[in-house]
């Protein structure tokens, strides 16, 4: 089992790593600091099917075609968990030593939306306050560890779910 999370956990956390850079890059690059989130979160369902096929692997290789959802849903949440780890890892680097200023361009961002979409003085002052404390909280590690993993597990805790329930055999 060990062996079949490390693997496909590895191939889950470079795939995801590289497709973060790029969008990363996408955002912070372009003027208006515009992504896609349905195609961000339809590639990272996609990526997370990995989990599917490292459950199936384990059960058809090393369990003669049986596994319980228990032992499915633990051997998919490790992929996800490794894939999401290498992920954090990747993304720390990557702020910290390639893009500090990004939530400085990200603030600008947002407050120009809320200006083109008619927000009041006031409905600005509290986006530019809340962007101001989630910059603070942004500058200690374990928060920016935290959010991220919330960013990309839960998808991976469910697609794990699915998977086990799909590929369970007793």
């Known amino acids: ?37 349905v195609l961000g979160y339809t ?37 996800a968990l490794a894939g999401s780890t290498m992920y954090v890892v990747v993304w720390l680097f990557y702020y910290y030593l390639v893009i500090p200023d990004y939530l400085d361009k990200y603030t600008l961002h947002v407050l ?15 986006r530019k306050q809340d962007m101001q404390n989630f910059r603070e909280l942004y500058k200690t590690p374990v928060f920016v560890i935290l959010i991220t993993f919330a960013e990309v597990l839960p998808i991976g805790l469910v697609v794990a779910l699915v998977s086990a329930l799909a590929l369970k055999k007793k």
């Open 1 to 37: 089992m060990k062996r079949n999370i490390i693997i496909f956990g590895l191939i889950l956390g470079i795939i995801m790593t590289v497709n973060m850079v790029y969008m990363a890059n996408l955002c912070y690059t372009n003027p208006n600091f515009e992504s896609n989130d």
């Open 43 to 79: 590639a990272m369902v996609i990526m997370f099917s990995l989990i599917f096929f490292g459950i199936r692997n384990y059960r058809n290789k090393e369990l003669n075609g049986h596994i319980s959802f228990g032992k499915a849903f633990k051997t998919g949440a490790l992929i």
């Open 112 to 126: 120009a939306q809320a200006t083109r979409d008619g927000a009041t003085a006031t409905e600005l002052a509290e």
